[in-house]
């Protein structure tokens, strides 16, 4: 009798349309991956083996497999939203139980951790207060919020060009309140050790020597030196370029300042403003020229900053969350991992977006972004389901075609055991 293989057949086509269902339900579900029902066919156990004309008793229900296939991206406006660009996997953790998601829909919980909508914790690789990555093992990801702290400034790299043409001044000795007693000038602001900012002025006087120039320093107005001596003297060679051995103090020029302020009657020497520690500095304009041509400054830079605080983050491709500071510095605050299985539908469906390891799957292989067969991340965006809705509603009509076509067998079934019955 055919009832049990129409049977068999209702059940399988009933168990498509639930799986076909589940797909269209979760087509908005970021990060889920669609499933396929898989069948096979039954046979009867017999004594003397398989023959030639042994008949199948219809189908079961062999398999439901999720299919690892990439979902869009969709770009976010949240900066807290990664999406995975290739395989691999974010590790989640929840009170010590590990769970894996596609999922990157985070945020910040009050303690600064980053957590999904479950409050599942994002693991990673820490970052230490200089921003260097702790490569070892893997911690809950936390964002810190704290100001950055203040760099002194240590050296400053100028490029500046003299104009040889220019005079040595008629009025001296040099006077930095006078600008007839010196040639040109430039600034750069410093910071301190508390990270206030200062004034640095040099000053460049052409002296009657030949391609050789004074140069005088003033912090925040006040000499560094006790005038009329020079802070450093560079000497030319007749091409213009590269400073000659005669330079002196040898470049870079040291400079040790306090953070001053100006003497108040009757004191005659400044006292410290701030509470921050002298600053020594180095002054390079090695790499100056001396040319016929006007002075002009092709590059200024300090390697200071002021405190600041935390305006932004962005994780990137290779999973570092890098955070922008209020004073223009970034810092990197911690790396996102992701871990990867040899077989991936070993894994256990928990729900919530959420699988969990199991001995089918093989064990996870951690790491960072982009290496082996791990994916690249994309910041402020979400990975789109992977259903194929028109695809399902292809196969949604197949099944119930399925489904039709199995009731029919056991209607007909019915019809012929109905004329046996009726023989006489």
């Not at 400054?297 to 500071?325: E, K, P």
């Amino acid at each position: 009798m055919s009832f049990q293989q129409g049977l068999s057949g209702l059940n399988a086509a009933s168990k498509q349309l639930e799986v076909i269902g589940n797909n269209v339900a979760n087509a908005n579900t970021v990060g889920f991956k669609q499933s396929r029902a898989e069948f096979a066919d039954v046979f009867a156990n017999s004594l003397t083996g398989g023959g030639g004309t042994q008949i199948g008793i219809g189908t079961n229900l062999s398999t439901v497999a999720q299919q690892f296939t990439q979902g869009n991206v969709t770009s976010t406006n949240n900066s807290l939203d990664i999406a995975i660009n290739g395989g691999g996997f974010f590790r989640m953790t929840n009170n010590g139980a590990v769970t894996y998601s596609r999922n990157g829909q985070f945020k910040m919980d009050k303690d600064g951790f980053i957590v999904d909508s479950a409050s599942k914790h994002l693991t990673g690789y820490a970052a230490d207060t200089n921003g260097a990555i702790q490569k070892g093992a893997t911690v809950d990801l936390k964002i810190n919020t704290s100001d950055l702290q203040p760099k002194a400034s240590a050296k400053i790299v100028g490029l500046v060009n003299l104009d040889s043409r220019k005079a040595t001044p008629a009025v001296t000795p040099f006077v930095p309140t006078d600008p007839t007693t010196y040639t040109d000038s430039t600034a750069v602001t410093v910071f301190d050790s508390l990270g206030n900012s200062h004034t640095l002025q040099t000053y460049f006087v052409k002296d009657p020597a030949p391609n050789v120039w004074k140069v005088y320093t003033t912090a925040d107005g006040i000499s560094t030196t006790v005038l009329p001596a020079a802070t450093a003297t560079l000497t030319f060679p007749a091409t213009g370029t590269g400073l000659g051995p005669t330079s002196s103090p040898p470049s870079p020029t040291p400079v040790t300042f306090a953070p001053l302020k100006p003497p108040v009657p009757p004191a005659t020497t400044p006292t410290i403003a701030t509470g921050a520690a002298a600053m020594a500095l180095t002054i390079d304009y090695s790499a100056s020229t001396q040319f016929g041509s006007d002075y002009s400054i092709n590059s200024l830079t300090q390697d200071g900053y002021t405190s600041g605080r935390l305006a932004g983050f962005n994780t990137g491709a290779d999973g570092i969350i890098v955070g922008r500071y209020s004073n223009g510095q970034s810092r990197a605050l911690g790396q996102v991992v992701l871990s990867s299985f040899a077989n991936p539908n070993g894994l256990q469906s928990l729900g919530g977006n959420a699988w969990s390891e199991s001995s089918t799957s093989g064990t996870p292989l951690t790491g960072v972004p982009n290496t082996g067969t791990l994916g690249v991340l994309q910041s402020s965006a979400v990975e789109d389901s992977n259903t194929d809705l028109t695809a399902e509603l292809v196969n949604m009509i197949t099944a119930q075609r399925y489904y039709q076509a199995n009731a029919q067998t056991i209607k007909t079934q019915d019809q012929v055991l109905q004329t046996l019955v009726n023989l006489r």
